[in-house]
């Protein structure tokens, strides 16, 4: 097909490229619609609620563990390991054998993983739990927008995909202000704790969700071959531009993750729960982009907007690696660009990921996954330099993010062609 057909929004593509559900499933759907979103919703935050729980305890960690400066920026990496290379075993497992199995292994390594991490002695110890920790999460994140494709169609489809959308977007608003409290009562490990519980009962709710991938319509292909085509995605430069432009943000957001908890608690003496409201804050900008996002797109064009929110991202990038550097403005010379920076989510996510899967349309499963692994490698690469360069200034977190946003609209401005506007 031609590397230059235009790009259409997420549910657009995605709903048009999957073949109709069956009818029993669909009726069964409809039936019980309240609690099939509401498990789905649930296993679709595990991405986010596993990571924002636990931020505003990582100064405390550090000290309880006798990590060195920048170590536990490194849970974050080993999570992101587990989290990308996890998606891309647990997609085409599914295919072939159902999606309740793989996701109910999926929420028991993630509760195994969890107490891993509470019971933890060592930095090392924590970094590896939170490895398996991922691989458990990324499998319940991963099927639930299977599952959403394979009982909803059409309208519906589009509007169950966008609701669950918008948990994972409210599911980082909550993370850092329940962790922050959970904090102020209790230890870093009862956080850890919490996600057990949180794992658990949603192992017990997925006992209420039906098979939504009959027999007859699983995949009969061997799992190496179906793994071993993503090779073929990666010789397409428009497929690599839009991978490349939400590849380098994501790790400018995972710095923005791995650094933040030090560079505002440690650094500027904030407190874990006004570090839950800051972060909270580009939250609701993300939220916003979002729904700016799907009232523009027709009218200026997918590509338009994710050039225009990459250039953002560049320019707040070098202006908040100016302001970490210099320490002008304080506090508030952080919080100002950083919120420009993960503000513009809503146009680079999105957009990115529209564009890539309209590539091929008729193999958007698997491009959503390669997509999604390349976002949380790049993810890892960012928290890690954060840690490998940490100084105990914020300037290493300001000077990566920088790098990342430069990155994402170098993609977008010269790998992903314009006439595709």
């Not at 669909?26 to 596993?50: G, P, R, V």
């Not at 560049?314 to 660009?337: E, F, K, Y």
């Not at 692994?373 to 840690?387: H, N």
Request: glycine share 12%.
């Amino acid at each position: 097909m031609s590397l230059n057909q235009p790009a259409v929004s997420v549910t657009a593509t995605v709903t048009a490229t999957v073949a109709a559900p069956a009818p029993v499933l669909q009726q069964e759907a409809s039936s019980h619609s309240l609690h099939i979103l509401a498990i789905l919703s649930a296993l679709m935050a595990f991405a986010s609620i596993s990571t924002d729980l636990y931020l505003p305890a990582l100064p405390a960690m550090e000290v309880a563990l006798h990590a060195d400066a920048g170590k536990l920026e490194w849970t974050l990496s080993g999570y992101l390991v587990g989290f990308s290379l996890g998606q891309l075993v647990w997609g085409p497992v599914s295919d072939r054998y159902g999606r309740r199995l793989p996701v109910a292994l999926g929420l028991i390594l993630f509760i195994i993983g969890s107490a891993g991490c509470a019971m933890s002695t060592t930095a090392d110890m924590i970094i590896g739990w939170r490895a398996v920790q991922a691989v458990g999460a990324c499998a319940s994140v991963v099927l639930a927008r299977a599952m959403v494709r394979d009982l909803y169609s059409g309208h519906r489809a589009a509007q169950m995909m966008s609701t669950l959308m918008t948990v994972t977007a409210i599911a980082p608003l909550v993370g850092p202000a329940l962790g922050g409290q959970i904090l102020q009562w209790s230890s870093w490990r009862a956080i850890f704790w919490t996600l057990v519980g949180v794992g658990a009962l949603t192992l017990v709710a997925l006992s209420r969700l039906p098979e939504t991938l009959p027999a007859s319509r699983r995949s009969q292909e061997p799992l190496r071959r179906a793994i071993m085509r993503y090779g073929e995605f990666l010789q397409h430069r428009r497929v690599l531009g839009y991978a490349g432009a939400g590849g380098f943000f994501y790790g400018g957001i995972y710095a923005y993750l791995a650094g933040t908890p030090f560079a505002y608690i440690t650094y500027h003496h904030v407190s874990p729960q006004f570090y839950g409201v800051l972060f909270g804050g580009g939250i609701i900008g993300i939220m916003a982009t979002n729904m700016l996002n799907s009232r523009l797109v027709h009218r200026i064009g997918s590509d338009r907007l994710l050039r225009g929110g990459t250039a953002v991202t560049a320019l707040s990038g070098l202006w908040l690696a100016l302001d970490a550097t210099t320490g002008w403005g304080g506090v508030a010379g952080l919080v100002a660009p950083l919120f420009l920076f993960v503000g513009v989510t809503g146009f680079i996510v999105a957009n990115s990921i529209a564009g890539a899967l309209a590539c091929f349309p008729e193999r958007a499963g698997s491009v959503s996954a390669l997509v999604g692994a390349i976002q949380y490698g790049t993810g890892i690469l960012g928290s890690a330099l954060v840690g490998a360069f940490a100084n105990g200034t914020p300037a290493p977190m300001g000077w990566v993010i920088a790098v990342m946003g430069v990155g994402s609209y170098l993609c977008a401005r010269f790998l992903v062609p314009h006439a595709t506007d």
